[in-house]
């Protein structure tokens, strides 16, 4: 019996619509040289959303976008990277006589957190706490934003059962958990 797969090297020729969009690198700035493939995931502008969404992608609530406000001369309009569309492509496509011209911005530090909180949420490996989380146990948590953004060790006790707030000292939601040695 003939499958569709009968080429050599188990390959198949296949009709497909393609259309051109930004993307979001999501391959670590460190392994970019070194891989022959980068995951990416499409950037969509906020519109796209349903009017009755926007405000929970704004806020990161939808796990499956990282939302990105509008940054001129970067971003032009309010965005959000769809991570269920978080795929792999070539290096090939990102030559590097290009990148520089093509390249619209980088994450800071804290939109970089903020970015592996996400898509560690959506995939199920979480990199600390949100609002979206309860404490698990009794414990001393640092706010990952005043460390990454200023250098400050802000530190709050979460009990266990207890939904995590906004830092009091700079309002963000994302918070790791203090062990000893740390």
């Not at 520089?100 to 979480?126: C, D, E, K, N």
């Not at 990199?127 to 200023?150: E, H, I, L, N, P």
Request: with cysteine; net charge positive; glycine share 4%.
């Amino acid at each position: 019996m003939k499958d569709a797969w009968q080429h050599l090297n188990r390959e198949e020729y296949v009709a497909a619509k393609a259309f051109l969009v930004n993307i979001i690198i999501l391959t670590q700035t460190c392994d970019l040289d070194n891989r022959s493939y980068y995951q990416i995931a499409p950037l969509y502008a906020e519109t796209k959303q349903k009017e009755s969404a926007v405000e929970h992608l704004r806020n990161n609530g939808l796990n499956y976008a990282f939302y990105l406000p509008a940054k001129a001369p970067y971003i032009i309009e309010n965005s959000y990277a769809d991570l269920s569309q978080t795929c792999v492509v070539p290096k090939a496509y990102f030559p590097k006589s290009s990148i520089a011209v093509r390249l619209a911005a980088r994450l800071t530090s804290t939109y970089r957190a903020a970015l592996q909180a996400q898509v560690a949420h959506y995939f199920g490996r979480p990199f600390g706490f949100s609002a979206k989380d309860r404490a698990v146990v009794t414990a001393d948590y640092a706010c990952v934003s005043c460390f990454y953004g200023s250098g400050v060790l802000v530190k709050t006790t979460f009990q266990a059962g207890t939904h995590f707030t906004p830092c009091e000292t700079c309002g963000a939601e994302l918070w790791i958990r203090v062990t000893p040695g740390q």
